[in-house]
């Protein structure tokens, strides 16, 4: 079955840069869309950065425009996302997700339904 293991989290002040890891397994990665998705205390989880299956098409929401940058090793079967000038409203719970099918429509939040298991991303003023 399809797994996505996270990493890369942690505690970082305002202004820091942190680069989160997904490791895919379970299928062939590079026939899906891969997406980071993120959930503060409080709030719905929100969909932050998508990439196409062969890495040449991006979307950021627009909080983080600029400031993130997603990509993917289909090589190594992992995506990244690299969080640089960090703010405190980042501080979230980071999640990695794949579509349903490569035919799933990527830039759709609710293509996504298999999830990784978070990790948590602190960013302090």
């Known amino acids: 079955q399809v797994q996505l293991v996270e990493s890369g989290g942690g505690s970082v002040q305002a202004g820091g840069s942190l680069r989160l890891s997904c490791a895919a397994s379970?299928?062939?990665?590079?026939?899906?869309?891969m997406a980071w998705f993120r959930q503060a205390p409080g709030k719905e989880r929100e969909f932050v950065s998508v990439?196409?299956?062969?890495?040449?098409?991006?979307y950021y929401i627009d909080s983080v425009k600029g400031r993130f940058t997603i990509s993917r090793d289909n090589a190594k079967n992992t995506v990244y996302l690299q969080m640089n000038s960090l703010k405190p409203e980042d501080t979230a719970v980071y999640f990695c997700?794949?579509?349903?099918?490569?035919?799933?429509?990527?830039?759709?939040?609710?293509?996504?339904?298999?999830w990784g298991q978070g990790t948590q991303v602190t960013v302090s003023s």
């Open positions: 997700a794949t579509t349903t099918t490569p035919d799933s429509y990527w830039l759709a939040p609710r293509s996504y339904i298999y």
């Open positions: 379970g299928r062939t990665f590079s026939h899906y869309a």
């Open positions: 990439i196409s299956q062969g890495g040449g098409s991006t």
